[in-house]
């Protein structure tokens, strides 16, 4: 199943780049539902767990506002309008799976995937980026409330 959860985030991936990028061409006619699908069904026979790709894309625009503000000081060189557009997509998948699918994904897979998705999508830097970013808010946002936590118990 892991094979298909790349082929997964891949398609997440997809559907969250065309879906931005429709919207901020003002696309009236922009469903993110039918892009999913039409996307998802260009893997019908690869992609058993469809529900986790449905998890990905819905998990991260329901917690877009949220992703984008965790990453903005995580990266502040660089302004998140001014991140490519992919490279922010690949941004705000892995850091969705680290803070809020932790119990299904590890980390380190997390940070794994994202990166081989900047490889295959991104620009040259784009891996580096994005390990860079996503390993300081494992750092930061993961681990030290993970440790804080198991303080206070």
């Given at each position: 199943?892991?094979?298909?959860?790349?082929?997964?985030?891949?398609v997440a991936l997809q559907t969250l780049y065309e879906y931005e990028f429709r919207m901020s061409a003002e696309d009236k006619s922009a469903s993110v539902d039918e892009i999913l699908s039409r996307n998802l069904g260009r893997y019908d026979q690869e992609i058993e767990d469809t529900d986790f790709v449905h998890l990905l894309v819905s998990g991260v625009?329901?917690?877009?506002?949220?992703?984008?503000?965790?990453?903005?000081?995580?990266a502040p060189e660089w302004p998140l309008e001014q991140i490519a557009r992919i490279d922010r997509n690949v941004l705000r998948i892995g850091l969705y799976e680290l803070l809020h699918l932790a119990d299904k994904v590890p980390p380190k897979v997390a940070i794994n995937e994202a990166v081989e998705l900047a490889k295959a999508f991104g620009?040259?830097?784009?891996?580096?980026?994005?390990?860079?970013?996503?390993?300081?808010?494992y750092r930061t946002l993961v681990e030290e409330t993970t440790d804080a936590s198991s303080k206070v118990q």
């Amino acid at each position: 199943m892991a094979s298909n959860r790349h082929l997964g985030r891949i398609v997440a991936l997809q559907t969250l780049y065309e879906y931005e990028f429709r919207m901020s061409a003002e696309d009236k006619s922009a469903s993110v539902d039918e892009i999913l699908s039409r996307n998802l069904g260009r893997y019908d026979q690869e992609i058993e767990d469809t529900d986790f790709v449905h998890l990905l894309v819905s998990g991260v625009l329901e917690h877009q506002k949220d992703l984008d503000d965790q990453i903005r000081p995580l990266a502040p060189e660089w302004p998140l309008e001014q991140i490519a557009r992919i490279d922010r997509n690949v941004l705000r998948i892995g850091l969705y799976e680290l803070l809020h699918l932790a119990d299904k994904v590890p980390p380190k897979v997390a940070i794994n995937e994202a990166v081989e998705l900047a490889k295959a999508f991104g620009s040259d830097n784009s891996s580096k980026f994005i390990n860079g970013v996503l390993g300081t808010a494992y750092r930061t946002l993961v681990e030290e409330t993970t440790d804080a936590s198991s303080k206070v118990q």
